[in-house]
């Protein structure tokens, strides 16, 4: 069964740009995967950054974009600020309606 | 502005069964796909189900499979999750979502705790 794959944690000082990637136990994630990207902090439900690989959802400042990285999506956070500190979740759509999402980033930032 | 409000979850015990339920507004709801994510205590997000426009459509992940119906009302813009035979394992704040018109989730609801414990 194909896992989809994330980073566990990652670290980025203020300011600072990060990357974060969500990748596939077998195969690659493509732009028919749709892949998305949903940032939740504690206690709230998530809020979605990204849909359709680089599609910014509302509101959603251009600090966040989204890409495919050598057969990975990825989430690309420019100029970080604190309250990015938060629980990143990709999901990819695996075709026959199925989705999966990864396990989930921890970003810290400091 | 788009609102998903889920209501129907609490307290079941095992082998037990809960209906779930997720009003939605500012919206065309019969244009767009609907579906459930949960998430356990301290865990990560997971896809339970989708369903189509129309409703003709439906998939789920195979934790749920046989057990959890998905079903929506376009007439009274609701989407719906019957849960039977729930397990511990269950226990979950459970998400009402809508989806893109092609891909996937856009808005999420505040979600509702279902707890499967006797």
């Known amino acids: 069964q194909t896992v989809v794959t994330q980073e566990p944690s990652f670290s980025v000082s203020p300011g600072g740009t990060v990357t974060l990637t969500c990748g596939l136990t077998?195969?690659?994630?493509?732009?028919?995967?749709?892949p998305s990207w949903y940032q939740q902090t504690p206690g709230q439900a998530p809020r979605t950054l990204i849909y359709?690989?680089?599609t910014r959802s509302s509101g959603v400042p251009d600090r966040f974009s989204g890409s495919i990285l050598r057969n990975k999506a990825a989430l690309t956070i420019t100029g970080a600020q604190a309250d990015d500190e938060s629980d990143y979740y990709c999901?990819?759509?695996?075709?026959?309606?199925?989705?999966?999402f990864g396990g989930g980033t921890r970003l810290t930032v400091l | 502005e788009v609102q998903l409000l889920e209501s129907g979850g609490g307290l079941v015990q095992p082998g037990g069964s809960l209906r779930l339920s997720c009003v939605a507004s500012?919206?065309?709801?019969?244009?767009?796909?609907m579906s459930w994510v949960r998430q356990a205590p301290g865990k990560g997000l997971e896809w339970v189900s989708v369903?189509?426009?129309?409703?003709?459509?439906?998939y789920y992940a195979d934790s749920v499979k046989g057990r959890f119906t998905i079903s929506r009302d376009n007439f009274k813009n609701t989407l719906y999750l019957q849960m039977n035979s729930l397990r511990a394992e269950d226990t979950a704040i459970y998400y009402c979502?809508?989806?893109?018109?092609?891909?996937?989730?856009?808005?999420w609801g505040q979600g509702t705790l279902v707890t499967v414990s006797s």
């Open positions: 979502v809508k989806l893109v018109v092609v891909g996937n989730f856009d808005y």
């Open positions: 500012g919206f065309t709801f019969s244009n767009y796909a």
């Open positions: 369903i189509s426009a129309t409703g003709g459509s439906r």
């Open positions: 077998s195969g690659s994630v493509s732009t028919n995967s749709y």
């Open positions: 359709n690989t680089n």
């Open positions: 999901v990819v759509d695996m075709g026959n309606g199925i989705r999966v």
